[in-house]
């Protein structure tokens, strides 16, 4: 088969590439290799910035969103017994965060995708890529016992952290940095509705604490562990006792138990590949960076790279222009740097880290007190929380 560009990869990233470019006519094919019941109940992070929000209704499929979203203006830091309500929306002058599960946007991406029948192909095998140093890149993959071959203009990398369309770039073209976190976070579904309506992050001395939600009656809940903690170590009982301890501060806030139904250990790291592109292979998302889960950047940055992966191919198609191509990698990984700074600064700053001692404590304190009590500091939190505008990034006009 023949098409314009070849997608790997059905999360956030290629789906959303897939129907920005439907929607500016250029044809797409996506090859994922996993199952659409898989991609769309895999549990993730659920907060979405103003501009990933506005991509979504802009391009026609932010109804669910609209209707089951929850719209948040504040956010809560609490830190030393103490909690410290920021007004985001006003901080940003008028920008919003949103609650809506990844698998959610997975789901509405793939229903628009089907409505018009353009080809997404699951459960592909032996996914491969050809040629992305020529004018004719290809993809081969197996589906359902069959050998398929996509001859393309370009190939888009959206195939996550541990795909192989990275490793497609010459090692000595390739500069990658790396950062791992000496802690994780135990993730939980609870059946009880959350005790706020804010998003909660917590600095305590027993270790990082995060209270956020996935409708009025359902909470998501986190708590920093060691690393190598599994989930057969933290039974309910534990977890209970541990969020209550990091959370439950001077206001008598509480938050009332219910069943978890789901339970899950996610491990930290930041990651950023360079360049995003080579020859005729344009990376997006996960599989060029990857944030730790403060702040619930990941699937915003993927969401971004893949508007000005969009606008890139726009311009090449429509105008036979090359510029905004050329430039696909430099403007991506000045906005993917930006999100990096905000995301660690973060992490940095609400875990205890086993190395850590008191000093480290009183700087990590008045870092957030900074934030909490400067209207410089505030500003510029808020900004980042609720995401940089992809439009700054750009130096082309
Ligand atoms: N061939 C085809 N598909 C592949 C291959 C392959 N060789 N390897 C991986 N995939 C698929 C995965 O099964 C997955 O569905 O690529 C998809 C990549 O999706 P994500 O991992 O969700 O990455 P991305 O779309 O970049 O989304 C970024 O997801 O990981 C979270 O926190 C991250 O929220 C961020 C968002
Ligand atoms: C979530 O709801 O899963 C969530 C919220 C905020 C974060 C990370 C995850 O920073």
Known sequence: MK??????????????????LHNAGIDTVIVENKSRKYIEERVRAGVLEQGTVNAMIDSGVGDRLLKEGLQHDYID????????????????????????AQHEIVKDLVAARVGYDEPLYFEASDVSIHDIDTDKPSVRFIHEDKEQLIDCDFVAGCD????ISRGMIPEAELRVYDRQYPFAW???????????????????????????MRG????????????????????????????????????????????????GITGMRSFVCEPMQYGRLLLAGDSAHIVPP?????LNMAIGDVQIMTRALTSYYQEGKRDFLDKYSDTCLKRVWQV??????????????????????????????????????????????????????????
Request: proline share 5%.
């Open 3 to 20: 098409t314009q560009v070849a997608i790997v990869g059905a999360g956030p990233a290629g789906l959303m590439l897939g129907h920005l």
């Open 77 to 100: 830091l609490r830190f030393n017994g103490e909690p410290h309500r920021l007004n985001i929306k006003e901080l940003s002058r008028g920008r919003s965060v949103w609650v809506y």
């Open 160 to 163: 996550g952290f541990h795909g």
């Open 186 to 212: 135990l993730g939980v579904l609870a059946d009880t509705p959350p005790a706020s309506q804010d998003v909660i992050y917590a600095y305590h001395e027993r270790g990082f604490a995060l209270q956020s």
């Open 216 to 263: 009025p009656d359902i909470s998501r809940l986190y708590v920093q562990c060691p690393v190598a903690d599994t989930v057969e170590g933290w039974p309910d009982e534990r977890f209970w006792r541990e969020f209550h301890a990091r959370l439950e501060i001077s206001d008598g806030w509480h938050q009332q138990e219910g069943p978890i139904f789901q339970k």
């Open 294 to 298: 403060t702040g619930a950047k990941g």
């Open 340 to 397: 990096q700074r905000f995301a660690s600064m973060l992490c940095y700053n609400l875990h205890r880290f086993p190395e850590h001692n008191q000093f480290e404590h009183k700087m990590q304190l008045a870092e957030l007190n900074n934030i909490a009590h400067s209207r410089q500091a505030m500003r510029a939190f808020a900004q980042s929380y609720t995401g940089l505008p992809v439009e700054l990034f750009y130096d082309l006009e």
